[in-house]
């Protein structure tokens, strides 16, 4: 198993950037594909990036527009969400998972942080 811990979010205005961090413990940290979703309040669970294990291949939801940046450090045991030019939109409780597979997907993902909060402010 591993555990995953979100850090990073906050309250902030329209076109600020915020960086949030996700730190993993237990297993092999590179054994995992990781990614990043948002739940806004009312609304389901969203994929919002993912990297593989390597870090080499990643990938975004289409709504981002290029704004969001995944990364990740296999040696820190981390991976990064920079996220720019946020928009109210982008308001949501965002989660860190991570994926028994190496394999980048939007989707199967079988372990999940507690969430932090982003606020973006008009």
């Known amino acids: 198993q591993v555990q995953l811990v979100e850090s990073g979010g906050g309250l902030v205005q329209a076109g600020a950037s915020l960086r949030l961090s996700c730190a993993a413990s237990?297993?092999?940290?590179?054994?995992?594909?990781m990614g990043w979703f948002r739940q806004a309040p009312g609304k389901e669970r969203e994929f919002v990036a993912g990297t593989s294990w390597s870090g080499l291949i990643t990938y975004y939801s289409d709504s981002l527009n290029g704004r969001f940046t995944i990364s990740r450090d296999n040696a820190k045991n981390t991976v990064n969400l920079q996220m720019n030019s946020l928009k109210p939109e982008d308001t949501a409780v965002y989660y860190c998972?991570?994926?028994?597979?190496?394999?980048?997907?939007?989707?199967?993902?079988?372990?999940w942080g507690q969430g932090t909060q982003v606020t973006v402010s008009s």
């Open positions: 998972a991570a994926r028994n597979s190496g394999d980048i997907s939007p989707v199967g993902y079988d372990y």
């Open positions: 237990g297993r092999t940290f590179s054994d995992y594909a």
